[in-house]
C-alpha cells in the first residue's frame, strides 16, 4: 500500500489542485493524510467579510466533509496563522512538516511548487518549507509532486478565475511540461466536484457565476511537476534540533 501526504496551506487547496488523485489513490486502496498549516480564518465567507473565529469553523467542518467526498479519512492541522505563512520562522514551519513525514512516512507528497500555484505568499512559504523538510527526512525514494498549470488549462480558466481575484500578479506560472496529468473518469470527477461544493464559502461564488459544467470541465484534469527527490540532509538537521 502506497501513502499520499498532501501538504497545504489552506482549507480547499487538496481538493482543487488534487481532489482526483486523492480519490484515486483512496480507489486503489492507498492510505491518503492530508496536512493543512492554517484554518482559512482570513478568507471571505460567500466573498463576504467574516470574523476569523467563525469562518475558521467553517472551513474546518467544510474540509471534512469535502474530504468524506473523497473518501479520505486523515486529516491535520498545524494551526499557524492564515495569512502568516511568510512570517513565521522558516525553522519552525520546517519543524512541523518534518515531524509530520517522520509520523505519516508517505511515499508521495502533493503540495504546491516554488510558484505557489496561484502565487499566494503562503504558498510559497509552504512549498519551501517542504522542500527542506523532505531533503532533511531523507527518504530517498520518496516522490514529491507539485501541483502545475498546463497552457491549455490556463488559457481555458483563468480568465474567468481572475475575475474573483485568484490568481495573484504576475502568476500562474503556466509549466513549460507537466511530469503527470491525470484526466478524471466520471466517478473521479464526480467526486472531485461533490468536494468542491462541500467548499461551499469559498467556491458556492464559483459554480454559481460559471455553472456546473464549467466547474467540471475546470476540475476535469489534474497537472503535477516532480520535485526534487527527499535525498539528502544538510548541516541545518543540526541547527533544526531535528532528530
Not at 497545504?8 to 487538496?14: F, L
Not at 458556492?204 to 526534487?228: C, I, K
Amino acid at each position: 500500500m502506497t501513502t499520499v501526504l498532501g501538504i497545504w496551506a489552506h482549507p480547499d487547496d487538496e481538493v482543487f489542485v488534487s481532489g482526483g488523485f486523492m480519490a484515486d489513490a483512496v480507489r486503489k486502496g492507498n492510505r491518503v493524510v492530508c496536512l493543512h498549516m492554517t484554518r482559512g480564518e482570513a478568507g471571505l465567507n460567500y466573498r463576504q467579510p467574516c470574523t476569523p473565529e467563525i469562518l475558521g469553523s467553517i472551513r474546518e467542518r467544510e474540509l471534512k466533509a469535502s474530504l468524506e467526498c473523497l473518501g479520505v479519512e486523515e486529516q491535520r492541522f498545524l494551526a499557524y496563522p492564515d495569512g502568516g505563512l511568510s512570517s513565521i520562522p522558516s525553522v519552525e514551519g520546517v519543524a512541523g512538516i518534518h515531524a509530520a513525514l517522520t509520523d505519516v512516512q508517505p511515499d508521495v507528497i502533493v503540495t504546491f511548487g516554488s510558484d505557489g500555484f496561484t502565487g499566494h505568499p503562503d504558498h510559497k512559504a509552504l512549498s519551501s518549507w517542504v522542500t527542506t523538510a523532505a531533503r532533511l527526512w531523507d527518504k530517498p525514494q520518496a516522490r514529491i509532486l507539485h501541483a502545475a498549470i498546463s497552457n491549455r488549462w490556463s488559457q481555458a480558466f483563468v480568465p474567468r478565475l481572475n475575475e474573483f481575484e485568484f490568481f495573484w500578479p504576475d502568476h500562474p506560472v503556466v509549466s513549460a511540461r507537466c511530469d503527470m496529468s491525470l484526466h478524471l473518469d466520471d466517478e473521479l470527477l464526480d467526486a472531485k466536484v461533490a468536494a468542491l461544493r462541500e467548499h461551499a464559502s469559498q467556491m458556492q461564488p464559483l459554480f454559481d457565476s460559471y455553472g456546473e459544467d464549467v466547474m467540471r470541465a475546470m476540475a476535469a484534469t489534474e497537472y503535477f511537476r516532480l520535485g526534487p527527490r527527499a535525498s539528502f540532509r544538510s548541516r541545518m538537521l543540526s541547527e533544526l534540533q531535528i532528530a
